[in-house]
């Protein structure tokens, strides 16, 4: 049979589906697998199954010259570097649409906390201060009735997109390529970026992170936002700039951010974004509900046992590959 690594246990029973096919090297331990074990651990495999916290690069690939595929149990390929698997005729897998919804939830989640105070709340009560109703206690941003600007119309853009229309929002969006079909559907209004920002009450990330979209949204991105705005990150940190994030909602340049994902990811309890009492932070949850996370696990099994057998991936991140 052939030679698989798993780099973290699966939820559900993917692993199972895979020992079907394979014999499986699984990382056991309940943190990320070190680069060196990695390296050692894939030599001789035809598989990898992967999270989105290690690194598929030149060098890992060096060291499993017999990789026939890579599978991801996540969306974002940002991890790996899909030319060069492209260039070595390696097929990599992951998990689109599987978890659009969940992570557009978030989103939203995010977006209510953030932009209406809900962790300053949570704290308020936690910490011992509600003592009586006060008129001006608190007090956000509405969501409902005002601008959104979604960066990315993908997937989970689309869908965040979706769940702002029952908040009665007008949208607006900035995506690479303008998707008239999805206005259409969606009601959504494309924007150069910086009309975006200006425009918006409310910021949605939802961009893959890429070479282009890197620290996008930085110290002059920040700056033409309304003070009153709402930042939401559901994409990869590294499309924000932490640092210009941190000096913004200090000095009252935005007024709020809920994010999902940061730079650096996980980030420390003493970072001076996390003590901030208007910065929201969760640490990468956007997909994590019992069902969408199973869901997960089972395509990127079904994406690695059908590159093992040398079928098609039913979720190819670079279809190129097949020429
Ligand atoms: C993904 O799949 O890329 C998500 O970030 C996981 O939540």
Redesign the pocket.
């Known amino acids: 049979m052939a030679r698989v690594v798993v780099t973290r246990r699966p939820p559900g029973s993917a692993l199972e589906a895979i020992e079907r096919v394979a014999d499986v090297w699984l990382w056991g331990e309940d943190r990320p697998i070190p680069a060196e074990t990695l390296h050692e651990a894939v030599a001789g495999a035809a598989g990898l199954y992967c999270m ?1 916290t290690d690194t598929v690069d030149d060098g890992l690939l060096d060291a499993a010259p017999e990789l026939r595929v890579v599978s991801t149990m ?3 390929v940002d991890n790996i570097d899909v030319a060069t698997c492209t260039a070595r005729g390696i097929p990599v897998g992951h ?1 689109p649409d599987v ?1 659009t919804e969940t ?1 557009a939830d978030t989103a939203f989640a995010l977006l209510l906390t953030a932009a209406r105070r809900l962790g300053e709340g949570r704290d308020y009560v936690r910490d011992g201060h509600w003592r009586r109703w006060e008129p001006d206690l608190l007090l956000g941003t509405d969501v409902h009735s005002s601008t959104l600007g979604i960066i990315g119309l993908g997937r989970v853009g689309r869908a965040v997109a979706g769940r702002a229309a029952g908040f009665g929002m007008r949208v607006v969006y900035n995506s690479r390529t303008r998707d008239e079909a999805a206005e259409a559907e969606l009601g959504a209004t494309y924007r150069e970026l910086p009309d975006l920002l200006a425009e918006s009450d409310h910021v949605v990330v939802a961009t893959p992170l890429t070479a282009e979209t890197a620290r996008l949204i930085d110290a002059e991105a920040l700056d033409r936002m309304k003070a009153t705005a709402t930042l939401v990150n559901i994409s990869r940190g590294g499309t924000v700039d932490t640092d210009a994030l941190v000096a913004a909602l200090r000095s009252g340049t935005i007024a709020a951010a809920g994010l999902d994902v940061t730079d650096p990811e996980p980030i420390g309890a003493d970072h001076p974004l996390v003590g901030l009492d208007n910065c929201f932070i969760i640490p ?1 949850l ?3 509900s019992e069902r969408t996370r199973a869901a ?1 696990a089972d395509l990127a099994a079904d994406n690695l046992v059908a590159g093992l057998l040398g079928r098609p991936l039913p979720a190819c991140a670079n279809p190129s590959v097949y020429g």
Do not use: I, K, Y
């Open positions: 989105l996540a969306v974002g998990t978890l992570t990468h956007g997909s994590s997960m």
